[in-house]
């Protein structure tokens, strides 16, 4: 039996032995399929769908709908936007090609073609990594497995949940980059994250400069914390305290005027944990 090819992105998804064939390949009536409700694609260009579906009134559906039979209906596991765009060209009926696959298998598939084809914004494909991860109790490493990404391409991607929904609008719309989302999450507070958004979306500054920016104000956060600390200590021993910072590790300098001086201190010391 020839089989034939599924074209960009779904024949990397399947075994060899799961190429089409004349017996999983389908004509069927374009109301016999229905949309997966947990589909991971949300938002759909309305231009760009009509281009698809101008190019369909031309040249037919050229690479097949792969669904799975439910019921009386057939499941779209990928192509829904052909199948929307077959909807707008007024076909009647739409080539499938039939696999028997389990749920999990099925958002597994529906979530890779669509990364492959990037046809998913960063907000839609974290919130979909998240669910695969959350309802099969995934590690980043499983699956990053599954969607053949790496651990550190998950791990960014879900980073951007962390982002305001005010911030992921632009992600959603495409006016922001993932990179720059990324960059916004390493500032302090919400209202900087905000002032420089605008400043990106105007490219008055770029990420080098919001990183910049970051690297100040989590050294000043650490600045006031230490400063802090030294405060506190040089008030309950009476002693002037500073702290020494390094790459890795520090110092703690305690001030003492005599020798009875610093036998106060470390009676102190010794007093606060209960040391004889």
Known sequence: MKKKGLGRGLSSLLKEDDFITDE????????KLK????????????DSLEELANSIKADGVIQPIVVRKVGDKYEIIAGERRFRASKLAGLEKVPIVVKNVSDRKARELALVENIQREDLNPIEEAISLKTLMEEYKLTQQELSDIVGKSRSYIANNLRLLNLSD?????????ELSPSQGRTLLSLETEEERKKYLDKLLVKEVNIRDVEKKAKQSKNKTEDIFIKDI???????????????????GGQIEISYLNGADLQRIIDSLMNIYNLE
């Open 35 to 46: 949309a997966r409700e947990d589909q991971p694609r949300k938002n759909f260009d309305d």
């Open 24 to 31: 999983n390949l389908l004509t069927v009536d374009l109301d």
């Open 166 to 174: 005010y911030i992921k609008d632009y992600l959603i719309r495409g």
């Open 230 to 248: 030294c405060e506190r200590l040089t008030e309950v021993l009476d002693a002037k305290v500073k702290i020494h910072e390094k790459k890795k």
